[in-house]
């Protein structure tokens, strides 16, 4: 019995430990149609979405329209336009926030916000939570670390 009840309590553990972050998961849009400006266009739209409701009271998400809205900027950033982190934060995430410290940004930048997730809703998205939160995080991971493997990999090289 003690043997058993060491089972579970290790598997509680490590189920505990993966979704240890308390981000909920949501069915996320097909991006796959956006490259080159497009993308960059509509990854600013998405970030500063983010952003403004992140921070503007009026115009605040549910915690699952945020995973849409951050994890579709990845998709963006990442599988679409293969930009690394440092990038993505400069080129996306510091203008929003310039643009968020401009005076009048909540109101005039605000209602925007529903509008782009809707445009992700349209693509496919959700904004409610999958059931099989614990599937989800593993393909979370999994798409992870396929850009970190691609962000690893040399470009092509010039050869003689």
Known sequence: MKRLLAIFATSLALTATASADGKIYVQLPDLSGFSGEEAETFLSEVVLANVISSNCADFAVTDEEWSLLTDSADILAHGQLGIGVNDFDNLFYDPAFET?????????????VQPVIDKLVALGGSREALPDQEAAYQAEQARQLGWDAMALSPGKTKTK
Do not use: I, Y
């Open 100 to 112: 968020l410290d401009e005076p009048g940004a909540c109101d005039k930048h605000g209602p925007q």
